[in-house]
């Protein structure tokens, strides 16, 4: 598992740097859409129905305004539209720092 070293909120994204050198920078609006929290996402039950979860959205303009270590394994950001349940393991952040290349 890779393991920021420094989290910053600059500008319209969001600028990690890992423990292996590489560093990763995701625009807030991509890391507000890809939330994993069950009130983005919905959840599914043990027969795979879907239930709640957002229609998909435009957050241009959302901002990350704070962010918080959980544990060793994820980070929790708080956004300017009131989000704040998604846990963002250090692997799904850097699957989205990846994708933005």
């Known amino acids: 598992m890779h393991t920021p070293v ?32 069950a009130q983005t996402r919905g959840e599914r039950d043990i027969f795979g129905h879907q239930y ?13 305004t704070d962010w918080e270590r959980i544990g060793n394994y994820a980070i929790r950001f708080e956004f300017s539209d009131g989000h704040r349940t998604g846990l963002y393991s250090y692997d799904l952040l850097r699957q989205l720092g990846e994708a933005t290349v």
């Open 6 to 37: 420094d989290i910053q909120l600059i500008g319209s994204e969001v600028a990690i740097r890992w423990v292996d050198g590489a560093e990763s920078f995701i625009s807030m609006a991509t890391l507000r859409a890809n939330s994993p929290s």
């Open 52 to 64: 709640g979860g957002e229609a998909q959205k435009n957050y241009v303009g959302v901002e990350a």
